[in-house]
């Protein structure tokens, strides 16, 4: 009987660590951005959701590339860079500039929060100018 409880708990301790991260490093609302940043400057824009909250109302059309690209015109990669960034707390800001587009710079708001696993994820993305890009 002994036997059956040891090998239960190595089997329920082994899905534990195959599901999440428990000791892992969780992602931060900086890297958060970084990522997000990252992934927009890619010519393949397929995996900029990836940083998004899957709860907001605008996931599902966020999973295209096309979405992106219309939000943030692709001319030559990498375009967009930010400056002034402070990712203390959330709303985490900077502003935005590209040579294509937001050419005299904007300010950019991320509104954040964590998942389930403890990683920060965008809940909401604001440009003062264009206006919101994802909520």
């Known amino acids: 009987m002994r036997k059956i409880w040891i090998l239960a708990a190595a089997v329920v301790l082994a899905a534990l660590f195959a599901t999440c991260s ?6 931060s609302i900086d890297q958060c951005i970084t990522n997000f940043m990252s992934d927009i400057n890619s010519a393949d824009r397929s995996q900029v959701y990836t940083t998004l909250d899957s709860a907001s109302g605008q996931y599902g059309g966020a999973k295209t590339a096309s ?3 219309t939000r943030f015109p692709v001319a030559e990669v990498p ?5 002034a960034k402070n990712t203390s707390a959330s709303p985490a800001t900077a502003t935005i500039t590209s040579s294509y587009t937001f050419t005299g ?9 964590t998942d389930n696993g403890g990683n920060a994820v965008i ?5 003062t100018g264009p206006g919101t890009i994802f909520n």
């Not at 428990?22 to 992602?27: A, H, M, Q, R």
């Open 22 to 27: 428990l000791f892992g490093s969780k992602t």
């Open 67 to 69: 979405y992106w690209d």
């Open 79 to 83: 375009t967009y860079t930010l400056s």
């Open 105 to 113: 710079g904007y300010p950019i708001i991320f509104v954040m929060s």
């Open 123 to 127: 809940n909401s993305i604001t440009i």
